[in-house]
């Protein structure tokens, strides 16, 4: 698994569709300040599911549009798509009896928009799907969404500072524990529903 494009449109200062290939398996995003480092790694972390608004410099969906500028009007949307090399066919998803299937895909590609009104869309390979899927998804791979693989500024002293709960839930999701939690979580509700029957 490789990650081979990201596509950013409408989000945050990328009022313009911009698409970064990387080809390479070593990346380093450089400029100076002001430039728009910083949204890129936000959109990331918007493409794998982040909730936190506040991780991403933001108090609400609304603020991941483009807000306009002089040459340019407002945003009515931003939406952002990454691309992963699947070749491997590592990628996999939970049918109805709970089984780990491979996606035959030979590129995933994970999108997700937000509307002005805040309703936001995912969307796998062209389809629309919960956020619940994509979770998954990620958590197949260990790619955790709790932004942790990313570190960016200030990253590490809220790491260092973190409560215990907060360091745990660091700590599981770097050991790729998610998927587990998702299967206990799914098992539960089964269970409720089951007693309500």
């Not at 910083?38 to 982040?50: H, I, K, Q, T």
């Not at 939970?94 to 002005?116: H, K, M, Q, W």
């Amino acid at each position: 698994m490789r990650l081979k494009h990201l596509e950013i449109n409408g989000f945050k200062s990328f009022a313009k569709k911009t698409s970064l290939e990387f080809e390479n398996n070593i990346i380093s995003i450089v400029g100076p300040n002001g430039s728009g480092k910083s949204n890129v790694v936000e959109a990331f972390r918007f493409v794998l599911g982040e909730q936190s608004m506040k991780s991403m410099r933001g108090k609400g969906g609304i603020d991941m549009i483009f807000k306009g500028s002089k040459h340019i009007p407002k945003g009515s949307r931003a939406s952002v798509s990454i691309y992963l090399d699947n070749s491997d066919k590592v990628f996999k998803l939970t049918n109805e009896a709970g089984e780990y299937v491979p996606l035959s895909f030979d590129t995933v590609s994970i999108s997700r928009e937000v509307y002005p009104d805040g309703v936001n869309k995912y969307i796998l390979n062209n389809s629309e799907v919960r956020l619940r899927d994509i979770h998954q998804l990620l958590s197949s791979v260990n790619i955790g969404t709790g932004g942790h693989h990313i570190i960016s500024q200030g990253e590490a002293d809220r790491i260092l500072n973190s409560s215990p709960k907060d360091l745990r839930e660091i700590i599981q999701g770097a050991l790729g524990l998610e998927v587990y939690q998702y299967r206990i979580k799914e098992s539960v509700r089964k269970l409720e529903r089951t007693g309500e029957n």
